[in-house]
């Protein structure tokens, strides 16, 4: 059965970037840290990164990550989702309009402009597919922005939530929960290593 499970690094404070995040910058300032964990050595942090990826069947992400990702500073055959660890994946962008072009056009983009209900919809089909295919059961991964997972979450679209939570405080950033609905979460598993501690949790539904 497909789920969907946003998964994302967070600090201390409850942030997704530093501060003043952009394309040349898109963590924002101190950012970095957040994301210490997934170049660590570390047999347990590697585990949790390739298990994270192995699992996905496609990607959702927001057009801002879009915007990063696929910027001069982004992505490239030895860095991104999976890098090293799963093949490609299909990735789909919720975003108004689709870019005029884009540089890493050896990945599988889909852009849906009809909202992030119909891009989940979508992320699912194509995680459907890649089951098929590969003979278990794939899920679809959040992968981010902040806003992104933070709507799918409070429009109940979420299944499970993976937070990398980074032992920094950065003061100001990109906020990964800014209020909502009231929703209980069970925990699933904990794993503490030097550079993160990794949370799972399976989301109930949202409380009316």
């Keep these: 059965m497909t789920r969907i499970i946003a998964d994302i690094s967070v600090s201390l404070d409850g942030f997704v970037t530093g501060p003043e995040p952009g394309p040349d910058n898109g963590l924002g300032t101190g950012g970095e840290a957040l994301h210490t964990w997934a170049f660590s050595g570390d047999p347990d942090d590697r585990r949790v990164l390739r298990e994270g990826t192995v699992r996905s069947g496609a990607v959702v992400l927001g057009r801002h990550l879009f915007d990063v990702v696929d910027g001069p500073k982004g992505w490239d055959d030895t860095s991104g989702y999976g890098a090293g660890e799963v093949g490609k994946r299909a990735f789909v962008v919720v975003t108004n309009s689709p870019p005029e072009s884009v540089r890493t056009t050896n990945l599988d983009w889909t852009f849906v402009t009809t909202g992030l209900p119909d891009a989940v919809t979508a992320a699912r089909e194509r995680a459907g597919a890649a089951s098929s295919d590969s003979g278990k059961d794939l899920d679809v991964i959040l992968m981010g922005g902040g806003a992104t997972i933070r709507s799918a979450f409070d429009a109940g679209l979420v299944d499970a939530l993976t937070l990398h939570l980074a032992p920094v405080v950065l003061g100001a950033g990109t906020p990964l ?32």
């Design 177 to 208: 929960f800014t209020g909502g609905a009231p929703r209980t979460l069970v925990q699933r598993s904990v794993i503490s290593t030097s550079t993160a501690t990794h949370l799972t949790y399976d989301v109930s539904p949202v409380i009316r």
